[in-house]
């Protein structure tokens, strides 16, 4: 079974610019999830999708940052302009259920905003 | 929200040595708490996790151990090996209001020869 992938892996840009990352979850899974780890922290939380729904973005820094999840498969995250602090590792995760389900990781796409 | 605070942020550990990582939370709601192992250049992944009802759960050379009241789970390696290197993650979630994992900062573990 596939795994959750993430592309692209690493991505440079230019403050001001736009990116956007994809993430395919797992075949079947409902729940995908969007997190980011700036330098040396913590795996911060952005948002959770079930299907092609928005069920919780608490963790969505600010506008600058779009997810979006069309008919429920794979995700994008936009993020317009970027900003230096925009740098870190972006995760998605995805899971058959909520709450006790493992939540399965992709490898990440490692943001780097000059 | 809930805070998760993670200690300490580097390990380093003898082979066959055992290596203690210890975690707080905040929310006394929060009743799963999941262990996540990245080795360097891959993807986090779930080793080991431990639910609210229960204050042990072992498997083969790694234990969780969880104190309700105090608020703090922490994670065992016992019998340490070199592909036990990588950093550890600790999470906590309430999954009755929430799916999305609260995580530590990282403990990064290196298991000498």
């Known amino acids: 079974e596939a795994g959750v992938t993430q592309f692209p892996s690493h991505s440079v840009i230019e403050k001001g610019q736009t990116v956007t990352l994809r993430c395919d979850p797992i075949?079947?899974?409902?729940?995908l999830y969007w997190y980011r780890r700036v330098m040396g922290k913590e795996i911060k939380f952005l948002l959770h999708?079930?299907?092609?729904?928005?069920?919780?973005e608490s963790g969505m820094p600010n506008n600058r940052f779009l997810a979006e999840r069309t008919g429920g498969t794979y995700s994008t995250l936009k993020v317009q302009p970027a900003e230096l602090e925009d740098s870190g590792v972006y995760f998605c995760?995805?899971?058959?259920?909520?709450?006790?389900?493992?939540?399965?990781f992709g490898p990440g796409t490692r943001l780097t905003v000059l | 929200g809930e805070n998760v605070e993670q200690h300490p942020s580097t390990l380093s550990v003898q082979e066959g040595d055992s290596a203690v990582i210890k975690c707080t939370y905040s929310?006394?709601?929060?009743?799963?708490f999941p262990w996540y192992k990245q080795e360097l250049g891959k993807r986090p992944q779930l080793i080991i996790d431990?639910?609210?009802?229960?204050g042990e759960k072992k498997d083969q050379r790694i234990a969780v151990t969880l104190n309700k009241t105090a608020k703090h789970f922490s994670l065992h390696i016992t019998e340490t090996q070199p592909e036990d290197s990588a950093v550890y993650f600790c999470?906590?979630?309430?999954?009755?209001?929430?799916?999305?994992?609260?995580f530590g900062t990282g403990t990064r573990l290196q298991v000498t020869l």
């Open positions: 999708f079930v299907k092609e729904s928005k069920q919780d």
């Open positions: 995760a995805s899971s058959q259920e909520m709450g006790f389900g493992e939540q399965f």
């Open positions: 431990i639910r609210s009802n229960v």
């Open positions: 929310d006394s709601a929060s009743n799963y």
């Open positions: 999470a906590a979630i309430n999954t009755g209001t929430a799916s999305k994992l609260t």
């Open positions: 075949s079947g899974h409902d729940n």
